[in-house]
């Protein structure tokens, strides 16, 4: 398998515009995490999916952030419009749940992120 | 509510040193423990983790975790460092039923030769 892809690897963008990072789970994961890592306020869960359904977006910082996941292999992370602290690195990762154990196989799988710059 | 600390943000170490990374947690009902570690650029990895059973746990990379309930910590260990181990490590928990996962500020490993 390939990991987890994330795309794109660096974004360059100026304040106000809309930046859409894009993430595929690794093949028959149901869980999707988005976080976010600053300097100032380390690793941040944003949200997560379970199947699809978003379950937890509590960490979403504000409207200007948004996350869909249409199908078990595609999602994404928008923010419109982009604001100069907003920049990180944003990581998608994904798990698997076990649910015939209960020793849960929920390791995540990081991608290896995208670095977002707005000027 | 779940929190973790990781009360140091580096640890220095000379090379073939034993090392220690502290993690400590807060938690509702049993705790599941992990350790990730992060090389430049890239995304965070998988080390080890703790659910249940032996309190030590082996990882990767000649890693361990010591899962100490009373003082509700979970260090990780090496008996040997290595440069190559120099890098960010990140504790985490999950807990309370629940799957949202509460990383550590991180502790920046330097290992020197």
């Known amino acids: 398998d390939a990991g987890v892809i994330q795309s794109p690897r660096h974004e360059v963008t100026e304040m106000g515009q809309e930046v859409t990072l894009r993430c595929k789970p690794i093949?028959?994961?149901?869980?999707l995490f988005w976080y976010r890592q600053t300097m100032m306020r380390g690793l941040e869960l944003l949200i997560y999916?379970?199947?699809?359904?978003?379950?937890?977006d509590s960490g979403m910082p504000e409207d200007r952030f948004s996350a869909k996941m249409p199908n078990a292999s595609f999602s994404t992370l928008k923010i419109q419009p982009s604001e100069p602290r907003d920049s990180a690195v944003y990581f998608c990762?994904?798990?698997?749940?076990?649910?015939?154990?209960?020793?849960?196989?929920?390791?995540?799988?990081f991608g290896p992120g995208t670095r977002l710059t707005v000027l | 509510a779940q929190s973790v600390a990781q009360p140091e943000d580096q640890v220095n170490v000379a090379e073939g040193n034993p090392l220690t990374v502290k993690c400590t947690y807060s938690?509702?009902?049993?705790?599941?423990l992990f350790w990730y570690v992060q090389y430049p650029n890239r995304g965070l990895q998988f080390l080890l983790k703790?659910?249940?059973?032996?309190?030590l746990v082996k990882g990767s990379y000649g890693f361990e975790a010591e899962f100490n309930k009373s003082q509700t910590s979970f260090h990780l260990k090496k008996p040997s460092a290595l440069v190559s181990d120099s890098a960010l490590y990140f504790c985490?928990?999950?807990?309370?039923?629940?799957?949202?996962?509460?990383f550590g500020a991180g502790t920046r490993l330097f290992v020197k030769a």
């Open positions: 093949s028959g994961h149901d869980y």
């Open positions: 985490a928990v999950r807990g309370g039923g629940g799957f949202k996962t509460i």
């Open positions: 938690v509702s009902g049993n705790p599941y």
């Open positions: 703790y659910i249940t059973g032996d309190n």
């Open positions: 990762a994904s798990s698997l749940s076990n649910t015939a154990s209960p020793f849960f196989t929920d390791t995540q799988y």
């Open positions: 999916f379970n199947n699809n359904v978003p379950i937890d």
